[in-house]
């Protein structure tokens, strides 16, 4: 049988592997093996040439169990409805996990949109939000940057927001620029709080991450930030790459540099070291390797040659449940997505919290208040796999199902 690659069957599939042994009732199990609401628009906008071109959009809110819904929006051209539901429930435990007080949801444009104009890029994340206003809101639903979307995207989305509701609202999304309501160290929390469970690890094992190698797949906002801060506490990234392909340097790369050069040429192609492909890059022989790209990556075919002994999971869902089984019996561990890359929906939350107070935050506060985060939620996860010898993953979604599914049954009896 062809492996299961399909992001929503996976979601599901791992939602069914704990949902036994918390005993979730069969109606607790099929409310939380969907999203409380779909939303499907057809979005057309204004291309330069004049022409009118129509794209989909999609916001799936899975749970609104523990706060408001909460999860970035992504414009590529293989987003679909199965991926954005997968995504809004992984944001339901990711939340859970950290345990701040949201449910999950996610967003998405099926376009190609590295390819549009600015102006293209402007009328069509404006088309999209006028659609979206209807069905988010600081109390309900408050989307975040995603795979493809930053400040200036969340800032149209919020400008036109805020001419529906008829005033500033900033808190109705967050990774804002700094200057419209966004939190300092927002930008690189991704990143930051990844290398914060790193560092904890290491340290929980007594091992130091001195000279220890890295490999990082995918280098956009959170690549670049967990490889500039994690060559910061001394490892050596030995290998970064982009969805052109990778470079692989044993000196170690200088990662600075390497930003400047993506910056530049929109490529890390280019910089000193021996070219090697995506697929390479997952099977070097580091110590660390940092999937920060897409979905399935790591899969029933390649896991076994995954050298590594840690996994750090930047991206959502790069590893195939076949796969994690493989790592398992390998003894590889993976800090799981919904714990490794909280760190940039828990300080999406300190800006929420920011812009509803009127009260902003140093850099510092920001910073040391993820690590507390960050280092708590690593050690309740490592214990829990310790407690129940089982993955990484496992254990974080035992955690985290458990208390979405606390709340449910106080609220809603399932
Ligand atoms: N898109 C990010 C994620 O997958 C951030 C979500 C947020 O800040 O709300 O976690």
Not at 22 to 32: G, I, P, Q, T
Not at 42 to 50: K, L, Q, S
Not at 115 to 128: C, I, N, P, Y
Not at 188 to 199: D, P, Q
Request: aromatic share 8%; glycine share 10%; proline share 5%.
């Amino acid at each position: 049988m062809p492996e299961q690659t399909n992001p929503f069957e996976i979601a599901r599939q791992q939602l069914h592997a704990v949902a036994d042994k918390l005993k979730l009732s069969a109606a607790m199990k099929s409310f939380l093996a969907e999203p409380e609401a779909l939303h499907v628009f057809t979005v057309p906008f204004a291309r330069d040439d004049g022409r009118i071109e129509v794209v989909t959009g999609i916001r799936a809110q899975h749970s609104f169990a523990r706060g408001p819904a909460k999860g970035g929006i992504r414009f590529h051209p293989d987003v679909g409805i199965d991926e954005v539901k997968a995504l809004s429930m992984w944001m339901t435990w990711k939340c859970a996990v950290v345990d701040i007080p949201y449910g999950g949801g996610k967003g998405g444009l099926t376009v190609d949109y590295k390819a549009l104009s600015q102006g293209e890029k402007e009328r069509l994340t404006r088309a999209f939000a006028r659609r979206l206003t209807k069905v988010i809101g600081p109390d309900f639903d408050i989307p975040a940057p995603d795979v493809n979307t930053g400040p200036q995207e969340m800032m149209w989305i919020a400008d036109e927001y805020g001419h529906f509701v008829g005033h500033p609202e900033p808190a109705v999304i967050t990774g804002k620029p700094v200057d419209c309501g966004g939190s300092l160290g927002r930008g690189s929390a991704t990143g930051r709080g990844l290398v914060f469970c790193v560092e904890r690890y290491f340290e929980n094992h007594g091992i130091s991450l001195k000279g220890k190698t890295v490999a990082v797949q995918g280098f956009g906002n959170a690549g670049q930030y967990a490889a500039r801060l994690i060559a910061g506490l001394g490892a050596s990234v030995v290998a970064i790459s982009d969805s052109r392909g990778g470079i692989f340097n044993d000196k170690g790369i200088s990662v600075g540099a390497a930003i400047d050069h993506k910056t530049r040429t929109g490529q890390v192609a280019g910089l000193p070291g021996r070219a090697i492909s995506n697929a390479e890059l997952l099977e070097l022989d580091v110590d660390i390797l940092i999937p920060a790209a897409l979905e399935n990556q790591i899969t029933g075919s390649n896991a076994d040659k995954v050298k590594a002994r840690l996994i750090a999971e930047a991206a959502n869902g790069p590893t195939t449940p076949e796969a994690d089984q493989i790592l398992f019996a390998k003894g590889v561990t993976v800090i799981p997505d919904i714990l490794a890359n909280a760190g940039g929906v828990t300080v999406s939350y300190f800006e929420w919290v920011q812009n509803r107070q009127r009260y902003y935050w140093t850099e510092e506060d920001v910073n040391s208040r993820l690590r507390e985060i960050m280092r708590r939620s690593l050690d309740q996860v490592e214990r829990m796999a310790a407690e129940h010898k089982c993955p990484w993953r496992e254990a974080a979604y035992l955690l985290a199902v458990a208390r979405v599914a606390g709340a449910l049954r106080v609220t809603r009896d399932l």
